[in-house]
């Protein structure tokens, strides 16, 4: 049963620092890890995804990936307040379905 | 451009009563069809997935039901809610074939259960 957890639950930061998230998962043979946003009331929608050992970097946005780990995480430069939302992670096993596994999610709030 | 549509946008709705909830997908053959539940404040959870008409696989049991009728429609349903049922119903679709791809989440039903 794969166990997805997110650190921290909450942050608040000025805006234009560095934002910094970490998911942690349970299952080695997890092979698909994305990042989701959900503004409040809102349907999560999908950030950025790696599926390989190292790092991926599209505009703002920064995700690392250590399989040995078990851990990976997302950075934010320059945070702007319309990047106030809840951060999710996912992990996908594989198989037979695209099963994601959530984390409980950590709420960033950016303040002017 | 595919569009995900759910219905209805909200419900509030007896303990016991029946409920079923609708999503189509327009603009995407054959795609690959989950339901998510989120309680409030909780983990989004995945319910059940569908990968073809008529087919559809449970992830988590919470006395619901699922059934995928056409290519691009999936309907959740229930003959009895309980209290804890509750929360933020959530249809997602995917690629065909592509388990790692990202999943496209519709605006949701907010379902209140007294």
């Known amino acids: 049963q794969q166990n997805v957890q997110q650190s921290p639950e909450s942050l608040i930061v000025p805006e234009g620092a560095r934002t910094s998230l970490n998911c942690t998962f349970s299952d080695s043979a997890s092979q698909y890890f994305w990042w989701y946003r959900q503004h409040s009331g809102k349907a999560p929608k999908a950030l950025m995804s790696i599926f390989s050992n190292g790092e991926k970097e599209e505009g703002r946005f920064t995700i690392h990936l250590n399989k040995a780990s078990l851990h990976f995480s997302l950075h934010i430069r320059d945070s702007q307040p319309s990047d106030s939302a809840l951060y999710l992670c996912?992990?996908?096993?594989?198989?037979?379905?695209?099963?994601?596994?959530f984390g409980e999610g950590t709420q960033v709030t950016v303040i002017s | 451009a595919q569009t995900i549509h759910q219905w209805p946008v909200a419900e509030i709705k007896a303990v016991g009563s029946p409920l079923s909830l609708g999503c189509t997908i327009k603009g995407k053959s054959s795609p690959n069809l989950y339901w998510y539940w989120q309680a409030t404040g909780g983990t989004l959870q995945q319910l059940f997935y569908?990968?073809?008409?008529?087919?559809v696989e449970s992830v988590v049991q919470l006395n619901l039901s699922a059934s995928r009728p056409k290519d691009d429609q999936f309907i959740l349903s229930t003959e009895k809610l309980l209290l804890s049922h509750s929360g933020f119903y959530l249809c997602?679709?995917?690629?065909?074939?592509?388990?790692?791809?990202?999943?496209?989440f519709g605006p949701g039903t907010r379902l209140t259960v007294l």
């Open positions: 996912a992990v996908i096993t594989g198989g037979l379905s695209g099963k994601l596994t």
């Open positions: 997602a679709w995917s690629l065909p074939g592509d388990w790692g791809d990202e999943q496209y």
């Open positions: 569908s990968i073809t008409v008529g087919q």
